[in-house]
């Protein structure tokens, strides 16, 4: 089943929170939204019908390994698309994560592995550290 926008940045949203808070329910993903609750629950049941989140029973939200890989791309090509914005273009943090935002999901595989690989070879160079 094709996955939409909006369900990659359900996923990635469920990861976020996960990472941050451990258990997570629809009603942690409606309010970092900023959605309604129903609207949350109706996007759960499309995501669980399509085997990428199982729902406990007492409610909790868990990524399947096919949900978590999906909401983990999403979450590195949002991560190194806004800090090459920042560090190689100078767009401001804020503009640099809205965009991210958007531009993770359309991005070519080609055009994400040179951002890549541009921020790997800009990566500035530790400080030495004086000998004693």
Same mark, same amino acid.
């Given at each position: 089943m094709k996955i939409y926008e909006s369900g990659e940045n359900y996923l990635e949203t469920i990861l976020i929170l996960q990472n941050e808070k451990g258990n997570v329910r629809s009603i942690d993903v409606a309010a970092e939204l900023n959605f309604s609750k129903p609207s949350i629950s109706r996007a759960m049941g499309i995501l669980k019908n399509? &085997?990428? /989140?199982?729902?406990?029973?007492? &409610?909790? /939200?868990?990524?399947?390994?096919? &949900?978590r890989k999906i909401a983990e791309e999403m979450y590195e090509r949002h991560q190194m698309i806004s800090r090459f914005f920042v560090e190689a273009l100078g767009v401001s943090r804020d503009v640099a994560i809205q965009d991210a935002c958007r531009i993770e999901h359309?991005?070519?595989t080609e055009s994400f592995a040179q951002i890549k690989n541009w921020l790997q070879d800009n990566e500035p160079s530790p400080k030495k550290q004086p000998e004693k």
């Open positions: 399509a &085997g990428y /989140i199982n729902i406990d029973k007492i &409610g909790n /939200i868990h990524l399947t390994e096919s &949900g359309v991005i070519s």
